[in-house]
């Protein structure tokens, strides 16, 4: 299989095998007027199989959804078909819009134009909770 360089765009790497449709779905990239191609399973020296997204424009991401999704992603940043920047992604501390909260009695339920925020709770287990009830997000 064949993926053409990209000149001018952004390249996710080391997206852990299997993560990266859903990165696609919640970065809203199949809503882009340019070339995105999702490579699955590609062989990985240091992972065994990784995914990988080409974005064919230099547009700005959400890092927070990268980071929540796979906080292992590489983000690279390509001129002129060479790699100027490379950005490595962490577990974010807070969740805005990312989430939603399930809690019916939650305020961020009866007040729609409140944003959904959610917090770090638990590091090491990836645990999120709602900044208004407190509750606990369910893992997507």
Do not use: W
Not at 53 to 71: M, Q, R, Y
Not at 113 to 119: D, I
């Amino acid at each position: 299989m064949t993926v053409d360089e990209i000149k001018n765009g952004i390249v996710l790497d080391h997206i852990t095998a299997g993560h990266g449709m859903k990165l696609y779905k919640l970065l809203g990239l199949d809503n882009l007027d340019c070339s995105v191609a999702l490579i699955k399973n590609v062989p990985s020296r240091k992972m065994g199989k990784k995914d990988i997204i080409k974005i064919d424009a230099a547009i700005e991401l959400n890092t927070e959804i990268i980071g929540f999704v796979d906080p292992n992603t590489t983000v690279n940043i390509i001129k002129d078909g060479k790699n100027v920047e490379k950005k490595t992604i962490e577990l974010p501390q807070r969740l805005t819009n990312v989430l939603t909260c399930k809690n019916p009695r939650c305020i961020s339920a009866t007040e729609q134009e409140l944003p959904q925020v959610f917090t770090l709770a638990d590091k090491e287990n990836r645990v999120y909770r709602c900044l208004y009830c407190e509750s606990k997000a369910k893992k997507g």
